[in-house]
């Protein structure tokens, strides 16, 4: 077979090939491989997922990466090893090393095996890179929540125009997002200080760190800063909040105690949520919310309180309140504050959703 005629203004650089099972309708089996590279500070131009019995298909999807590629990735099964590389082999006129590593001129082809542990080892395939690009990368951080995926592109639409050679991982867990900037250490302070202005301008509102932290961690590094102490008393949440705080080290210095309050008997007697509060208004509503933080507040020696009632199904209550529906009250000193939400989704995306809500407003009124 002849080599494919290489066209001389290729500008794309990494194309991912996965073969699949077509007959199982999952596209996550490579999330692993697209992390690990974003990590590397590589990112692919292309992600195709072909069917491992079409022939036809295979072969197109190899020839386009031989010819539009500057790198080709692929992730099959153990069981295609040995056809690939030779296909690929008479396609590149090259040989694969024992690695699974092929190497022709400028161009190169890396084999990673979704069943088996692979011999090739992500860190080998960034020294080829770095050492073919001549870069060395740095990294940087900025932690959102609650903005609009259309809000987020659009913004970061604008910091690509300003310099195409930075790169954007974003990753989304229940509305708190992560933004990984990847740049080249050859781009100079001012051009990347103007990237990020563009960032924090567009996002300002919802930007809660310019580190890879979580939210809780934070709100920890806020109240020590506030010597402040906080407490909790989750209804549907379920301890999700206080699980997610006292997951940090060193959180007794700021952490009072959490509270389980499902019952409407167990939110009378050790919130002391009034009897006619619940019975007027329900046990999912603004005003038992209210009385949940103040009761924390009341009874305990904390600067700060949280409080959370909502449904979060499959089902509702014995009332006609939908699914979904959230109260999260904050207390900070004398200030009370009550944000209602309808969210969408399963239970769980429902109640890790309020997690975070609580977190983030928590945040936002203690700074």
């Known amino acids: 077979m002849s080599k494919e005629k290489v066209s001389a203004f290729r500008t794309k650089k990494n194309c991912l090939l996965v073969f699949r099972n077509k007959?199982?309708?999952?596209?996550?089996?490579?999330?692993?491989?697209?992390?690990?590279?974003?990590?590397l500070g590589y990112y692919f131009d292309k992600i195709a997922y072909i069917a491992y019995d079409r022939a036809e298909e295979i072969v197109n999807a190899l020839r386009d990466g031989r010819i539009n590629y500057e790198n080709l990735y692929i992730y099959c099964p153990y069981s295609m090893d040995n056809t690939l590389k030779a296909f690929l082999t008479a396609l590149y006129g090259a040989e694969f090393n024992n690695k699974g590593i092929l190497i022709s001129g400028t161009d190169n082809v890396f084999m990673l095996y979704s069943d088996k542990e692979n011999d090739l080892q992500y860190g080998e395939i960034k020294t080829i890179l770095d050492t073919k690009y001549g870069q060395k990368f740095e990294k940087s951080y900025i932690k959102v929540y609650g903005v609009s995926a259309s809000h987020l592109n659009s913004v970061i639409y604008q910091a690509k125009q300003k310099c195409a050679e930075i790169d954007f991982s974003i990753s989304e867990s229940y509305g708190d997002c992560r933004i990984e900037i990847t740049y080249p250490n050859s781009i100079s302070k001012e051009l990347f200080d103007s990237v990020i202005r563009i960032i924090v301008g567009g996002l300002n509102e919802n930007i809660y760190a310019m580190d890879d932290i979580s939210l809780a961690e934070r709100l920890f590094q806020l109240l020590k800063l506030r010597r402040a102490k906080i407490s909790v008393a989750e209804s549907f949440t379920g301890g999700g909040i206080a699980k997610k705080l006292v997951?940090?080290?060193?959180?007794?210095?700021?952490?009072?105690?959490?509270?389980?309050?499902?019952?409407?008997?167990?939110?009378?007697?050790?919130?002391?949520?009034?009897?006619?509060?619940?019975?007027?208004?329900?046990?999912?509503?603004?005003?038992?919310?209210?009385?949940?933080?103040?009761?924390?507040?009341?009874?305990?020696?904390?600067?700060?309180?949280?409080?959370?009632?909502?449904?979060?199904?499959?089902t509702s209550d014995s009332t006609s309140k939908p699914v979904g529906l959230v109260y999260i009250a904050v207390a900070v000193g004398e200030d009370f504050s009550v944000f209602e939400y309808n969210l969408n989704g399963n239970r769980e995306n429902i109640t890790n959703t309020a997690i975070n809500l609580a977190l983030f407003h928590t945040y936002k009124l203690l700074k």
């Open 23 to 39: 007959k199982i309708n999952v596209f996550d089996e490579a999330e692993g491989v697209i992390s690990a590279f974003s990590g």
């Open 247 to 314: 997951e940090i080290p060193g959180i007794s210095e700021v952490y009072c105690e959490g509270l389980n309050t499902y019952s409407n008997e167990s939110k009378m007697s050790r919130l002391g949520v009034k009897e006619f509060t619940l019975g007027r208004y329900g046990a999912v509503s603004e005003q038992t919310a209210y009385e949940m933080a103040e009761g924390l507040r009341n009874n305990g020696r904390c600067d700060v309180c949280i409080a959370t009632t909502g449904i979060a199904g499959p």
